[in-house]
């Protein structure tokens, strides 16, 4: 996502371009940006929407989620280790300002759906695709006065 702003940093400070773009490279991305001419380079801001590929955490099945970014950041023509540059030839590359923004959307454990019923702790099987058959699990004798308060609520 590379973008030829060099008659941009001509303009005057206050100059703006909106600029689209669409990419299905490694993954489907799109998104439409506003470049602002400021004193110290180029500001952007604009929207992406993209889909991240991830394992749902409970059931480990492969899931595909939409996502919509907002992006804000700047770019400047000097170096400096807290903001992205204009390079050389007078371009910005906003791939690792989306990268980060993604990074901080995607969610760290994410699930299939909300009521993900996950895994059996024994055999593994989906209990999302229905019971499994192992027997039910006996409870740690160190636990069992915690299950009778749970079951003398249940009744009440």
């Known amino acids: 996502m590379i973008i030829?702003?060099?008659?941009?940093?001509k303009e005057p400070i206050g100059a703006t371009?909106?600029?689209?773009?669409?990419?299905?490279?490694?993954?489907?991305?799109?998104?439409?940006?506003t470049l602002l001419r400021?004193?110290?380079g180029i500001f952007v801001r604009g929207t992406i929407e993209t889909t991240f590929k991830a394992v749902c955490s409970r059931c480990l099945v492969p899931l595909e989620q939409p996502l919509t970014l907002q992006i804000e950041?700047?770019?400047s023509?000097?170096?400096d280790e807290r903001a992205f540059i204009i390079n050389g030839n007078q371009e910005i590359d906003l791939s690792e300002a989306v990268r980060q923004h993604l990074l901080l959307a995607t969610p760290m454990k994410p699930i299939c759906r909300e009521d993900c019923a996950g895994l059996c702790p024994s055999c593994g099987h989906n209990l999302?695709?229905?019971?499994?058959?192992?027997?039910?699990?006996?409870?740690?004798?160190?636990?069992?006065?915690?299950?009778?308060?749970v079951s003398d609520k249940e009744g009440q």
């Open 4 to 9: 030829d702003v060099s008659q941009l940093v």
């Open 73 to 75: 950041e700047e770019y």
């Open 77 to 79: 023509a000097q170096a």
């Open 128 to 149: 999302n695709l229905g019971p499994c058959d192992c027997p039910p699990r006996e409870i740690d004798p160190r636990l069992a006065q915690l299950a009778m308060l």
């Open 17 to 33: 371009w909106r600029y689209g773009f669409r990419e299905t490279a490694k993954s489907p991305i799109s998104g439409d940006v």
């Open 38 to 40: 400021t004193d110290k």
